[in-house]
Structures are given as C-alpha cells and as structure tokens.
C-alpha cells in the first residue's frame, strides 16, 4: 500500500485524532475516564480503546464487534470525539499562554454570573496582564470589555480614573487588533493569489501585485507596532516578494522575520509555527538567491535549535520540522552539487513520511518525491529520477501545482535521454506535449527546451555537442530574466547542459561554478 492509498484509509476524524495521541495522552484519558462512570462512558471507551488497536479506519470490523449499533455510530463518536478533546485541554502540557489566559477569562467569567465581581476583577486584571505581556491581543480586548460591564455595575471606587482607564486601552487594543488584522489579511490574500496564480509572469501582473499590496497596506507607525503587527507586517512583505520573484528583498524580511523573534524570545514557544515558517522563509531565500555559506550556517542553527528544544515539539510543530528540515537538506546538497553526499536522506525522508502520514499533506509528498527525483538526477542515477518522477506523474489527481507537474516531466524528458531508453523518449515526449497544451502559462523556458531537445532525435551523435551549446545559448538569455529565471529554481537545466557540452558529470559542473562564485 502506497503513502497516497494509507492517508485516504485513515482521513476519519475521530481515528486520525486517536492515532495522534501520545502515550502519555491516552494515559491520562483513561484517568479521566475513570473519574466518569455509567453505560455511556462505558460504551464509547469500548469504542477508544477498539480504534486504538486498528491500523486503518474500517466502520464495518466496528459494527461487527457489537460496541455499538450502525444508528448509534455516528453519535457515539462525536461524544468520543468531545470528550478527548475535554481530556487534551487538561493535560498541563498542551496549555499553552493562550489555553492558559481563555481560562482564566471562562473562571472569571464564572465569579462574575455568581454576583462575585471583585473577585472577577482580581483574576481578569492578572489575566490581562498575562495577554498583553505574550501579545495575545484579542483575548486582551475580551478581557477589557467584560471588565467594562462588571465595572458599570459594581464600582469599586478604588481608582476614580477606572472608567477614562478602560476606554483607553479599549481604544488602543481595538486599534492594534484592527492593524494586525488587516495585515494578516493581506498577508493571506497574498498566499492566496499564488496558489491560484503563481508567480508573477509579465510586467502587467507585477504591476497588478504591487498595486493591490499598496493599497491594502494599513497605515501605521513603526514605533507603534509590537511583535504582533510587525510578524503580519514581514510576511506580508515576504509573500509580496516571493510573488514578484524579488528573492533578495524577501531574504531580507525573512530576516527581519527571525530576528524578530531574537528581540522577543519567548514568544518561539508561544508561537512556535511563525518561528519555523520564518526560518523556513529565510533558508529558501539564500537557496534562491545562492549564499551556500550563509545556507549552511543558517541551517546548522535551525538544526540545533531542534536539538536543544529550544523550539517546542507538539504534532504541529514536528511535521514542520521535518519538512523545512528535509527540504532545506536537500537544497543544501543542490547548490553545493553533493547530490552523492546526501543520498542517505531518501530513507530518512520515507521513514518520517510514514511516520506523519496521518497529517503529512499529499501535495508535501509529492515535493519531497520532485527533490528526491532530482537529487538522483544529480548523482547521475536517472533510473530512481524516472522512479520518483512517475510517482509524480501518476498523481496528477491530486493537488499538485502545474509548474511541479511540468517541470517534472521536463526533467522525465532528460532523464529518458540520459538513458537511452529511444522508444520511451518519443511516447514521453508526446505525453509531454499534450500535458502543456493544456496549461494557460506556459514560460518561455519551457517552450524553447521543449522545442529544442526535440530536435536532438533526428541528429547524428557528433552533432549532439554543437545542438546542445545552441540550446544553451538560447535558454541563457533567460538566467537572470525577471519571470523567467523562477524555471531554473526547479530544474538546472544550463548546468545539465554545459555537463553535455563539457562532458563532465553536472555535479562537477555545479561544484566549479562554486567554487568561483564563492559567497
């Protein structure tokens, strides 16, 4: 059974929740279990304790235990469901700042209902306190407003400024929370015109994407913003970069991104997912942008950062790991042209995918199998490249971006070149041309290889050499175009070339091109 084939058994809610449980979680539900009682409890922890063991989610091997009849099913298992949630949220390890201040605002809530106001007060002004201190905002202004009401009913006289207090730092949250908004809405809308769009591909769409980002910018001062608004600020600047290809600029505000969290850090534990998916942001720009030495120094840090736990782990945060980990390993390998040297990540790589398969999205597989491909073209074993790539292929089903689709039958293409395998070239080459009939955006690099390595078919083998510095000549022109030089992240195509026309391995190729362009 595939990776693909094992998520679509396991996507049932309850048991997906089940299987994520840690030891010490199922430990504690059975504690808190215990502490239930009747023949509802007793039947719906039969249920628990009988999705525990299964390996894949089968309705029918349940009905067949007779736990429980088909009618009563889907009942038993959203009261399941509830109450493995009920268990989670009192387990002392999961009770982050933000768990921590709402129920502290839900008790206060509680004395307030019971006419108890003083003591609701006590508890609210600590738990503001607490929420602003680890910029948790919105719960701040909740806590402010039911201040307001417990206030206009019970005066405590104390402070005779309370109710000119209250206003105020309603008026500041509010504005606050209303920059942090339209920020992160920005930042959103931004992500979300490149899963529907891609990157920017011609001057029109450029200007497009940097219209709509001035005119959904918020204006703010600087001196004002805190950790918060200034997170939702960098990435919006980042996806504004990544859109328009400005891979500099967007290392520089990966940069401000993690440093950010180097001026407040406690908020990596608060906040954890920002900080990994900044240091992510940050290693793929000087992937992108070619700083191999700053590349290795940034990810030794991120790898022992991980090491001493100084980010913490949860579900959440060890898939992401594992992700930007791997992903940014690899591209270390790319751009040293190491591609031998980092071979022991494929087994690596299979082993956390089956770990996390329950909650590894299918389109991160897809990638990892696309940078695996190419790792293997590297080392020169086109037989694994034309293995991952048709895992590829196959799963066009699936969400899996068009360039991703593309470029991996591009690189199938060379791959069945490089081989020799005649018959198979010319059945991938007219797959090829009928997958990119049907795309809308083509680039021009893909166009002119395309149209150029087809030709190759009809030379003698002494030609080949002069073919290829025509092709490379003609892709060259595109190295450093502003949409077009996005072609060459996901495939180095010029570098294979210049391997064929200096019949060298590409590895060494990339390695010398290193070697003189140091950073």
């Known amino acids: 059974m595939n990776n693909f084939t094992k998520a679509n058994h396991n996507n049932d809610a309850l048991f997906v929740l089940i299987q994520s449980l840690t030891k010490s979680e199922k430990r504690q539900f059975n504690l808190y279990i215990g502490r239930l009682g009747g023949n509802t409890?007793?039947?719906f922890f039969a249920l628990f304790k009988f999705l525990e063991k299964q390996k894949k989610y089968d309705e029918r091997s349940i009905l067949k235990s007779g736990i429980v009849t088909k009618l009563q099913l889907s009942n038993l298992k959203a009261h399941l469901y509830k109450q493995i949630l009920t268990s989670l949220r009192m387990n002392p390890a999961l009770k982050n700042i933000r768990v921590q201040v709402r129920e502290q605002l839900d008790f206060a809530t509680v004395l307030y209902q019971k006419g108890l106001y003083k003591q609701s007060l006590k508890l609210l002004d600590k738990a503001k306190s607490t929420a602003i201190e680890n910029e948790e905002k919105n719960i701040a202004y909740e806590i402010v407003e039911l201040e307001k009401i417990i206030e206009s009913q019970y005066i405590t006289r104390s402070i005779s400024t309370r109710a000119d207090e209250l206003t105020l730092q309603a008026k500041q949250l509010t504005q606050q929370n209303v920059i942090t908004s339209k920020l992160s809405n920005l930042s959103l809308q931004l992500y979300s015109i490149l899963l529907k769009n891609g990157y920017a591909k011609?001057?029109?769409e450029l200007k497009q994407i940097i219209t709509y980002f001035d005119t959904k910018l918020p204006n703010y001062t600087y001196s004002d913003l805190g950790f918060r608004e200034r997170l939702?600020?960098?990435?919006?600047h980042l996806w504004r970069c990544f859109l328009t290809q400005d891979f500099l600029h967007g290392y520089k505000y990966a940069s401000k991104l993690t440093s950010l969290f180097k001026e407040y850090p406690k908020m990596i534990a608060i906040n954890p997912v920002f900080y990994l998916k900044g240091k992510n942001y940050l290693l793929e720009s000087l992937f992108f942008i070619g700083h191999q030495q700053e590349l290795k120094r940034e990810l030794s840090e991120f790898e022992n950062e991980?090491?001493?736990h100084?980010?913490?782990k949860n579900n959440n945060t060890e898939i992401l790991i594992f992700q930007y980990l791997y992903t940014n390993k690899l591209h270390q390998h790319f751009i040293e042209g190491t591609f031998d040297k980092g071979e022991y990540l494929v087994n690596e790589i299979h082993q956390k995918i089956n770990e996390?398969?329950?909650?590894l999205d299918k389109h991160h597989i897809i990638r990892f199998y696309y940078k695996i491909a190419c790792l293997y073209f590297g080392m020169g074993n086109n037989k694994k490249c034309i293995e991952y790539l048709s895992k590829i292929i196959a799963a066009k089903k699936l969400y899996v971006g068009t360039d991703l689709q593309c470029f991996a039958r591009i690189l199938n293409l060379i791959a069945h070149y490089e081989c020799g395998l005649d018959y198979h070239l010319?059945?991938?080459?007219?797959?090829?041309?009928?997958f990119l009939l049907k795309m809308e955006s083509l680039q021009e690099v893909q166009k002119v290889f395309i149209e150029s390595i087809r030709s190759l078919g009809d030379l003698y083998p002494h030609e080949f050499k002069k073919e290829f510095q025509k092709i490379h000549t003609r892709l060259k022109v595109f190295e450093n175009h502003p949409y077009e030089k996005r072609a060459f992240l996901y495939l180095d195509i010029l570098s294979w070339l210049?391997?064929?026309i200096e019949n060298k391995p590409v590895a060494l190729i990339i390695k010398n091109k290193l070697n003189q362009n140091i950073r």
């Open 41 to 43: 409890e007793t039947k």
């Open 202 to 204: 011609n001057d029109q």
């Open 232 to 236: 939702w600020l960098y990435k919006a």
């Open 306 to 308: 991980i090491k001493t």
């Open 310 to 312: 100084i980010i913490p």
């Open 356 to 359: 996390h398969i329950l909650h």
């Open 426 to 434: 010319e059945l991938q080459f007219k797959e090829t041309y009928r």
């Open 498 to 500: 210049e391997s064929k």
